[in-house]
C-alpha cells in the first residue's frame, strides 16, 4: 500500500491454553496517521501493541515497519511504544538516564547524546525534572518521562496504550496538545474516546481479537449501535441535544 509505514497481516495469537486472542488482524497504518483503538476490556488492545513493537510473539502472521519485517525480540527504535504503566518503563536511577537508554542504544554517547536527552525532555516540557528520581514523580511526570524516552529514538510509530489513563484533567489537556503538535504516526489505545475523537481521524474498533470496524472516527464513535454491540457508548461530544433545546421552549426544526 502506498505510504504504508506499518502493516499487520492476520496477525493472530492464540494462546497455549487455547485462548485466541488475536484473530487475523490486518491493518496499515500511513506515514504521519494518527489511528485511535478502541474496544472493550480484554479485547485484545495491548495485546495487539505487544505484538506489533515485538515484544511479543503472535503465532500467525506478520508486522511490516516501513516493508522490512519486525522481529520479536529485537530492537526497533522506528517504533515507540509507552507503556500503560508507567513504572513497567522507567527502570533508571534518575529521568534522565532513563531517557538516555534508548539514545544509547542507537549509538549516541557524550555530548550527542546529551543534547538528545535534553531535547527530548524539553519536547515534553520536563527538563526542569531531569535530575529526579523516577519513583519520586508524579503519575502525570512519569507519563511524560515514558514518552521523552521513546521519542528521543525519534521513532516514526508511536504506540500508546492509555496515555490519558490516571491523568488529571491540567495532564490530560496537555497531553493532548503535545500528541496533537507531533507529526509522527500513532496507534492510540484508549477508553477515553474523548481524547480519540481529538486527536484521531480515523478509528479501529477491536473485540474478542477481531477488528469490528475499521474507518472515520466520528463515523465508528458516532454509530450508536455498533457501539453498544461492543460494550461502547457514543462520546458525549457526538450525541444530540435536542432535550435540552426542547426544555427552552424555543426549538426552531
Ligand atoms: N500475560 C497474559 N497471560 C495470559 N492472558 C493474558 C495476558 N495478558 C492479557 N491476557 C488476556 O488476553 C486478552 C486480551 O487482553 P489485553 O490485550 O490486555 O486486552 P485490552 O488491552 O484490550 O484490555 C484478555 O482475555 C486477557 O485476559
Ligand atoms: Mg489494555
Known amino acids: 500500500m502506498t505510504g504504508?509505514?506499518?502493516?499487520?497481516?492476520?496477525?493472530?495469537l492464540t494462546r497455549a491454553n487455547?485462548?485466541?486472542?488475536?484473530?487475523?488482524?490486518?491493518?496499515?497504518?500511513?506515514q504521519g496517521?494518527?489511528?485511535?483503538?478502541?474496544?472493550?476490556?480484554?479485547?485484545?488492545?495491548?495485546?495487539?501493541?505487544?505484538?506489533?513493537t515485538g515484544v511479543i510473539r503472535a503465532?500467525?502472521?506478520?508486522?511490516?515497519?516501513?516493508?522490512?519485517?519486525v522481529a520479536p525480540g529485537g530492537f526497533h527504535p522506528g517504533m515507540g511504544f509507552v507503556f500503560q504503566q508507567a513504572d513497567d518503563q522507567?527502570?533508571?536511577?534518575?529521568?534522565?538516564?532513563?531517557?538516555?537508554?534508548?539514545?544509547r542504544n542507537l549509538g549516541l554517547s557524550g555530548a550527542a547524546l546529551d543534547a538528545a536527552v535534553t531535547a527530548a525532555l524539553d519536547r515534553v516540557g520536563i527538563a526542569a525534572l531531569a535530575d529526579r528520581p523516577v519513583h519520586h514523580l508524579s503519575g502525570g511526570e512519569k507519563r511524560l518521562a515514558c514518552l521523552a524516552g521513546v521519542l528521543v529514538m525519534s521513532p516514526?510509530?508511536?504506540l500508546l496504550d492509555e496515555p490519558s489513563a490516571a491523568l488529571d484533567l491540567r495532564n490530560r489537556r496537555r497531553l493532548i496538545e503535545l500528541l496533537g503538535g507531533m507529526d509522527q504516526a500513532m496507534l492510540l489505545a484508549s477508553?477515553?474516546?474523548?481524547?480519540?475523537?481529538e486527536l484521531c481521524p480515523r478509528v479501529i474498533l477491536i473485540d474478542d481479537g477481531r477488528i469490528v470496524a475499521d474507518g472515520v472516527a466520528e463515523a465508528i464513535l458516532g454509530d450508536a449501535a455498533?457501539?453498544?454491540?461492543?460494550?461502547?457508548?457514543?462520546?458525549?461530544?457526538?450525541?444530540?441535544h435536542a432535550k435540552v433545546a426542547h426544555g427552552h421552549g424555543r426549538l426552531v426544526v
Open 18 to 30: 487455547g485462548d485466541k486472542v488475536l484473530q487475523g488482524v490486518s491493518l496499515d497504518i500511513a
Open 4 to 12: 504504508s509505514l506499518l502493516q499487520t497481516r492476520n496477525l493472530s
Open 90 to 103: 522507567l527502570f533508571s536511577p534518575t529521568v534522565a538516564e532513563d531517557v538516555a537508554f534508548g539514545a
Open 226 to 240: 455498533l457501539m453498544a454491540r461492543h460494550g461502547q457508548e457514543v462520546p458525549h461530544s457526538l450525541t444530540h
Open 156 to 158: 516514526r510509530l508511536l
Open 59 to 69: 503465532t500467525a502472521g506478520e508486522v511490516r515497519l516501513d516493508g522490512a519485517p
Open 33 to 52: 496517521e494518527r489511528v485511535g483503538l478502541i474496544g472493550p476490556n480484554g479485547a485484545g488492545k495491548t495485546t495487539l501493541m505487544l505484538c506489533l
Open 191 to 197: 477508553h477515553d474516546l474523548e481524547l480519540v475523537l
